[in-house]
């Protein structure tokens, strides 16, 4: 500590003048370095660019590694999981339930409320990335939204069989050929599956199944079981996810929603003194 | 610094056909797709702020009554991302801006198209039509 302190005082007193210009000739550099961040071992084509059609990599156990910066290119699975060609019969509470939330448009949404998604939609919001961290004992997921994570253990542990209901529940993962598959339960009841509000609740289960098709790309299915809302299990359309392979995740907060000092959307006037 | 921002607005491209409209997760409830708005004015106030940035303009109507709107934009992240900073909209630029009114009729609307009155660059794309809440 001593020599680091009397480094930094030389560092200070000798050479200041130096550090200043430093500072100022880079600042620039890098804050593009931190948006558009390049990572070894990508590969890339003969005019270096990433190449996104590049092989998987793998782990040193020979797994695919899913570690990367990925979003969706379109909303439209945040917007409605299932879309129009899945058929989801619910129990009548969750009918009920869909259809009020349908009828208000959103209006109760937990988003407005500065609640978290949960999974699946936590990924699936197109403009706010999330990184996956893959280590040999577990898989971390920080989404770019709201800065939350979500952790995917691999270290053979089951998931309870009483656990204490969280808004991203619970999730082991184990791989199957190339494709990781991920068992999640233990969901605390508040969330929505998607904008629209199909509903769920703490019976959920969700199995998720991942494939890295190549270096930029990355598919999800995703099989919802919930007899709390649903009659019958059903699939998700098969989710796709493109790596940004030169960038990285930037800070999101809710910051107790700042946006409803500006709004009036909660209440029944109107906003002139503004200024 | 405008300039700077239009290339990365081209260059980037990488997250730009989508927008604030869908990844607003109340836009349905709070924002209303068929009363659009174009409005010049005066830039009054830049906010940087999470969840979503806000501009404000003065925009004076035919009879000389000035009205303050407020605009509601992406989050500061987003904004980062495709190029902007906290300083790239100033107090005193002119700028017209295209945005979907507030359900409530407020001077709120959510901004989808931002033109600078002094140069005609256009700051921010048309929103994906398809990301919005069916």
């Keep these: ?275 | 610094m405008r300039k700077t921002l239009a290339v990365w607005l081209s260059a980037i491209g990488l997250l730009c056909s989508a927008g604030t409209v869908a990844a607003h997760h109340g836009f349905a409830a709070e924002f209303d797709r068929s009363k659009t708005l174009k409005l010049t004015g005066t830039i009054t106030k830049f906010e940087w702020t999470n969840p979503h940035a806000w501009l404000y303009i003065d925009v004076k109507n035919d009879d000389g009554i000035v009205t303050n709107w407020a605009f509601e934009m992406s989050s500061p992240n987003v904004l980062y991302r495709k190029g902007w900073t906290r300083t790239s909209l100033k107090p005193g630029d002119g700028v017209t801006i295209e945005a979907f009114r507030a359900r409530d009729g407020s001077y709120n609307a959510n901004a989808q198209a931002i033109t600078m009155t002094s140069t005609g660059e256009k700051l921010l794309a048309p929103q994906d039509p398809q990301g919005g809440p069916k």
């Design chain 1, 1 to 275: 500590m001593a020599f680091l302190r009397s480094t930094a005082r030389q560092i200070r007193m000798q050479n200041l003048p130096a550090v200043l210009v430093l500072i100022l000739a880079t600042s620039g550099a890098a804050q593009a370095q931190w948006v558009n961040a390049t990572y070894p071992g990508t590969p890339r084509t003969p005019d270096g660019k990433p190449d996104l059609s590049g092989p998987v990599p793998k782990t040193p156990e020979g797994k695919p590694d899913l570690s990367g910066v990925w979003h969706t290119e379109s909303f439209r699975w945040v917007q409605n999981l299932p879309g129009e060609g899945v058929d989801v019969p619910m129990v009548p509470s969750a009918a009920a339930l869909y259809k009020q939330r349908l009828k208000t448009m959103g209006e109760h949404n937990p988003q407005l409320y500065c609640l978290p998604h949960s999974v699946p939609d936590a990924m699936l919001v197109a403009d706010f990335p999330f990184k996956i961290i893959q280590t040999r004992r577990e898989t971390v997921v920080i989404f770019e939204e709201f800065n939350q994570y979500r952790q995917i253990f691999t270290d053979g542990r089951t998931l309870s069989k009483d656990p204490n209901p969280a808004w991203f529940g619970f999730s082991t993962g184990k791989w199957e050929g190339d494709t990781f598959v991920v068992e999640v339960g233990g969901f605390k009841e508040g969330s929505w599956l998607d904008n629209v509000g199909h509903p769920r609740t703490e019976q959920l289960h969700i199995t998720e199944r991942y494939r890295r098709l190549n270096f930029g790309s990355m598919d999800l299915d995703v099989t919802i079981n919930d007899p709390g809302a649903y009659v019958k299990p059903w699939n998700a359309p098969t989710i796709h996810f493109k790596l940004i392979p030169e960038g990285e995740l930037i800070e999101h907060l809710c910051e107790n929603n700042r946006d409803i000092e500006h709004e009036n959307f909660f209440e029944d006037k109107q906003s002139t003194d503004r200024k």
